[in-house]
């Protein structure tokens, strides 16, 4: 069993930034990708990006690229989400996800979930 636990939500004023973590305990995570996903209020859980087991692939949703940055170190069991040009609509509960697949093509499947951290962007 795989457990994940987000950390590094808060608020922010648009234009502003963010950066959330989630570390892997309990069974290792090593072979898996990752990724984030989200969920605003009264609307269905979304992928935001994902990253492969090497960390040399990235996926983004079109909605966050060029603003979020998705990266791992394996030899912390952690993974990252860089967010930079925060906007009102970002604002979401942020859940870490992990796939037992090595290799990405896209968004992953959630084998694994974490909590959630709320992320609140204020205009």
């Known amino acids: 069993q795989v457990q994940l636990a987000e950390s590094g939500g808060g608020l922010v004023q648009s234009g502003g930034s963010l950066r959330l973590s989630c570390a892997a305990s309990g069974r290792t995570c090593s072979g898996y990708s990752m990724g984030w996903f989200r969920q605003a209020p009264g609307k269905e859980r979304e992928f935001v990006a994902a990253?492969?087991?090497?960390?040399?692939?990235?996926y983004y949703a079109n909605f966050v690229k060029g603003r979020f940055i998705m990266s791992r170190d394996n030899a912390k069991n952690t993974v990252s989400l860089q967010m930079n040009s925060l906007k009102p609509e970002d604002t979401a509960v942020y859940y870490c996800?992990?796939?037992?697949?090595?290799?990405?093509?896209?968004?992953?499947?959630?084998?694994?979930w974490g909590q959630g951290t709320q992320v609140t962007v204020s205009s």
């Open positions: 996800a992990a796939d037992r697949r090595p290799r990405i093509y896209g968004s992953i499947s959630g084998d694994y």
């Open positions: 990253i492969s087991w090497s960390g040399g692939t990235t």
